[in-house]
């Protein structure tokens, strides 16, 4: 699921990979060539510019995780 004004991708040629039910929100940047796990959020304006496991909510410029609940 993408929200408006996302922007996925380099321009230096690295492509993300996205995995399965990702929900991405408005405005997050997805940069470089990394991998975006399974079932991960990625919050509205976000920059991501590492791997996001599996699962994994991340907020923030850069974007962080933020801890799993119990």
């Given at each position: 699921w993408?929200?408006?004004g996302v922007?996925?991708?380099d321009n230096r040629g690295g492509t993300?990979?996205?995995g399965?039910?990702?929900f991405v929100g408005s405005g997050a940047k997805i940069i470089g060539p990394l991998r975006v796990g399974d079932g991960a959020?990625?919050?509205a304006n976000a920059v991501v510019l590492s791997d996001v496991p599996?699962?994994?909510t991340m907020v923030g410029i850069p974007a962080r995780?933020?801890?799993q609940r119990d």
């Open positions: 993408l929200e408006s922007v996925i991708g993300p990979l996205l399965d039910h990702v959020r990625i919050g599996d699962g994994a995780p933020l801890p």
